[in-house]
């Protein structure tokens, strides 16, 4: 019963956020998002590896969530913007799979192959972006947002699995 409410939770979570998230105001969001990037990117910046977003746009877009953005660099710092008219690329997934992404319990490559992720546009400058994040050493993080990342993606990890494949999956161990 707790693995049903667990599963039901993480597959729920991103419509019951939708609406909260749609009430914060784009620059509280805004603030927040070139806050973490800035840290979690510090040493990227810092060597230049974002050298290749000069002057050019990704828009990310959290599909379950309805919720985009465009990141650029312009000198050395990333900008993120809430509207454009166009872009060079674009990632596209949902909430939980970027959780998963981001806490490395899924591979991005793995997530395209089955549509889960979704790369449009320069297929080369979504290459890099894909390479620089592959490249982020989650020991760089501070522990306690490593340790809330991890556990976190875990969660989700664990609650996307249907009752049903745990049950498979010990009856096989």
Same mark, same amino acid.
């Given at each position: 019963?707790?693995?049903?409410? +667990? +599963?039901?939770? @993480?597959? %729920? /979570?991103? %419509?019951?956020?939708?609406?909260?998230?749609? !009430?914060?105001?784009?620059? /509280?969001?805004?603030?927040?998002? @070139? &806050?973490?990037?800035?840290?979690?990117?510090?040493?990227?910046?810092?060597?230049?590896?974002?050298?290749?977003?000069?002057?050019?746009?990704?828009?990310?877009? @959290?599909?379950?969530? %309805?919720?985009?953005?465009?990141?650029?660099?312009? $000198?050395?710092?990333?900008?993120? %913007?809430?509207?454009?008219?166009?872009?060079?690329?674009?990632?596209?997934?949902?909430?939980?799979?970027?959780?998963?992404?981001?806490?490395?319990?899924?591979?991005?490559?793995? !997530?395209? &192959?089955?549509?889960?992720?979704?790369?449009?546009?320069?297929?080369?400058?979504? !290459?890099? @972006?894909?390479?620089?994040?592959?490249?982020?050493?989650?020991?760089?993080?501070?522990?306690?947002?490593?340790? /809330?990342?991890?556990?976190?993606?875990?969660?989700? $990890?664990?609650?996307? $699995?249907?009752?049903?494949?745990?049950?498979?999956? /010990?009856?096989?161990?």
């Amino acid at each position: 019963m707790l693995k049903n409410l +667990h +599963h039901k939770l @993480v597959l %729920q /979570a991103p %419509q019951l956020l939708r609406l909260p998230v749609s !009430l914060i105001p784009f620059a /509280a969001k805004k603030a927040a998002m @070139v &806050f973490i990037l800035q840290r979690v990117f510090k040493e990227a910046l810092e060597d230049g590896d974002f050298e290749f977003l000069e002057d050019r746009l990704l828009k990310v877009s @959290v599909d379950d969530l %309805q919720l985009s953005c465009f990141i650029t660099l312009q $000198q050395g710092q990333l900008l993120v %913007q809430e509207q454009s008219d166009s872009f060079d690329v674009s990632f596209a997934a949902g909430l939980n799979d970027l959780i998963l992404i981001a806490g490395r319990k899924e591979d991005p490559d793995s !997530l395209f &192959f089955q549509r889960r992720l979704r790369i449009e546009g320069d297929t080369e400058l979504g !290459l890099e @972006v894909k390479n620089l994040i592959d490249s982020l050493d989650l020991d760089e993080l501070p522990k306690i947002v490593r340790l /809330a990342l991890n556990d976190l993606a875990l969660f989700v $990890q664990k609650g996307i $699995q249907t009752p049903e494949m745990t049950l498979e999956r /010990a009856a096989t161990i």
